[in-house]
């Protein structure tokens, strides 16, 4: 299991302001995707979009999909593109690696947010960047990872309230400035042999899972791992494997149904008040930050710390089923959809994932959405956000698989 939350006080994280590391790190991010994530060919489109802006004078914000753990590092080709270095909110876990980790990751100009708790800092120095137009302000703004490469998740609030607070102050500087949003999208396409690449992952899942050999396509037998998978997840949560009243494979809702498990009674001894947020990452982001912040004050006892600890393993392992859409190995699926599935099952159960490739990578830019100082009360989802989110959709869906 990975570590996301950290009983420690929080420090507010800087980027490096420089311009030199950026620009080298750019140059060279290629062999890494190619060996850890198996991109071996990248395409950036609409870079011209965001860098008009740039010279305009605007404050930029690029919200931009997150469907794979190497997105990150992508945006080092899109830095190269727009020929201007970026700043990159990021949640504060990834900087609690090796001393050589943060150091790189600050200098890329990664800053960071903490995700259990209000963060200031973070917002304002957010804020001050767009007001002064030093650099666009990328964050993913789906959340988390999704591991799903053809649809757009719920957005994070985030997006929003930083954009509106940057645009009143950009609009009472001197002089005054502008605050627009660029979405961009990482479309990932598979152009190698599915059976090569996940047949021996696949030998490993089953061994893991205590499967004798299976036979059949990938599929098959990605089906059967992501069947004992549930079950094991079943059996840990409710006591039992579950079965759909359609049959075993109409896995339908086993996932979603199981979140729901974990979730609900949660909710009901931490916020039982409250509406949950859109989307039910923001439900676990939400409990996330009730249950934490006494642990990192030490108010709680030896016994309590313990138990809390058991929820906020429950909470990671509900974040992993999420990702599960219920129809990824259904049918005939595009080869994607297949590779995505199987990160699910392996990082599920070994929090690693294989590189799988050749892999070309798409990054488009969209057109600039000009952020308004106000909004209109009462009137349902922010503007801003179903602009973004559309925007977003059409982009993805516009990608077509290259020829």
């Known amino acids: 299991m990975q570590q996301l939350v950290f009983e420690t006080p929080y420090r507010f994280i800087p980027p490096t302001r420089g311009r030199i590391w950026p620009a080298v790190l750019a140059g060279v991010v290629g062999p890494y995707l190619k060996r850890l994530y198996g991109v ?20 930029i ?77 990328m964050l993913f703004s789906e959340g988390a990872i999704t591991n799903c490469n053809d ?82 997840r079943e059996v840990q949560f409710f006591g039992a494997p579950q079965r759909s009243s359609e049959g075993e494979r109409a896995a339908g809702d086993r996932a ?46 030896e016994e309590e710390r313990r138990r809390r600890w058991k929820q906020l393993d429950a909470l990671y392992h509900a974040q992993c089923l999420n990702t599960h859409p219920p129809d990824c190995l259904e049918g005939d699926q595009e080869p994607e959809r297949i590779i995505e599935a199987m990160h699910r099952l392996e990082e599920d159960l070994t929090d690693r994932i294989s590189p799988h490739g050749p892999t070309h990578l798409v990054i488009e830019s969209g057109d600039a959405i000009e952020v308004e100082t106000t909004r209109q009360r009462g009137a349902g989802e922010d503007p801003l956000t179903t602009a973004i989110h559309q925007q977003l959709t059409q982009i993805l869906q516009g990608i077509e698989r290259p020829k």
């Open 256 to 301: 979603g149904n199981l979140v729901e498990r974990i979730l609900q009674p949660l909710e009901a001894e931490w916020s039982p008040k409250e509406t949950p947020g859109r989307g039910r990452f923001a439900r676990l982001q939400a409990l996330r930050g009730r249950i934490l912040p006494d642990m990192v004050a030490g108010k709680v006892t």
């Open 151 to 232: 649809r757009i998740a719920p957005l994070m609030d985030g997006v929003v309230l930083m954009a509106r607070m940057a645009a009143r102050r950009a609009a009472k500087a001197t002089p005054a400035r502008r605050v627009v949003v660029h979405p961009v999208i990482f479309k990932y396409f598979f152009q190698g042999n599915l059976e090569k690449t996940l047949s021996p992952v696949i030998v490993r899942l089953e061994k893991l899972l205590e499967l004798s050999p299976g036979t059949g396509s990938v599929v098959d037998r990605m089906r059967r791992l992501e069947d004992a998978l549930l079950a094991k």
């Open 40 to 59: 071996t060919s990248y395409e950036v489109r609409g870079a011209e979009k965001i860098r008009a802006s740039i010279e305009a004078g605007h404050g």
């Open 61 to 137: 914000v690029t919200p931009a999909n997150h469907s794979r753990a190497c997105d990150p590092l992508a945006c080092g080709w899109l830095t190269r593109a727009v020929r201007h270095p970026f700043f990159c909110m990021a949640s504060w876990h990834t900087f609690m690696g090796s001393k050589f980790d943060r150091f790189m990751i600050r200098r890329c100009g990664a800053f960071s947010i903490y995700r259990e708790g209000p963060d200031h800092a973070s917002l304002s120095f957010a804020v001050d960047a767009l007001v002064s137009a030093e650099r666009p302000v």
